[in-house]
């Protein structure tokens, strides 16, 4: 089969910045339709980037945009944000699920708020836009369109150092993962995959400036994933599925060896490493 997005209609949850928009104007290069689902219309300081000026980088990158204001906590948000990619482009094939909100702190300084907030965004956030996309995705799969689901979060690992640090955090994260694991069974037979995809080392982002003590410079680009992703959208939704891929295996297993055009300082070996890679 031949590699390409090429009029394929992706929605993508926190696309105003970051991996989200990386991911989507690789897809753009190759001439996809992006509907781009985040929160952010008005430019913060600290984050740079909006709905907007995401929307207009991915038109500059050869794909059509349709930016949509959408908390992705709100069902009835998803729910109209759906619909209205299907009157824009006609149907969804591809879905990736990267908004995503981050605590890293122990359970004293972890207020119920913030729990709520990574439960509501990384765990329902996913499970709703996949559930509010299925009809569309199915729709997809019977036109041989090669649909997709792919989840930003990492390979499921039950190992104590995992949570100890940051409980909240790592079970909202697993919860995304445990989507991954539960829907790729659940839709293998309707011919959708559902993958995860995750990062063998911290990714410089604006979030992760927000970060006390991280060092960008020991970082890679958004770009890897990108590309990463690109490799599980254009694959066969038949033949793999329930994957959990780490981005530089799966770039040095599809022949990218050349990984150090990713890094933010050319010729780094020594990068900080993410979480709950073993």
Known sequence: MTRSLKGKTLVITGASRGIGLAIAKRAAADG?????????????????????SAAQEIVDAGGQALPVQTDIRDEDAVAAAVKEAVERFGGIDILVNNASAISLTPTPAT?????????????????????????ELVKSAQAGRNPHVLNMSPPLSMREHWFRPHVAYSMAKYGMSECTLGHAGEFRPLGIAVNSLWP??????????????????????????????WWILTGDSKAATGQFYIDDELLQHHGVHDLDKYSVVPGTKDFIPDFFVD
């Open 111 to 135: 207020p119920m708020k913030r729990f709520d907030l990574m439960f509501g965004v990384n765990v329902r956030g996913t499970y709703c836009c996949t559930q509010a996309c299925l009809p």
């Open 32 to 52: 996809a339709n992006i509907v781009l689902l985040a929160k952010t219309t008005e430019p913060n300081p600290k984050l740079p980037g909006t709905l907007y």
């Open 200 to 229: 063998r080392t911290a990714i410089a982002t604006a979030a992760l400036q927000m970060i006390p003590g991280i060092d960008l410079n020991k970082c890679r680009q958004p770009d890897i994933l990108a590309d990463a992703a």
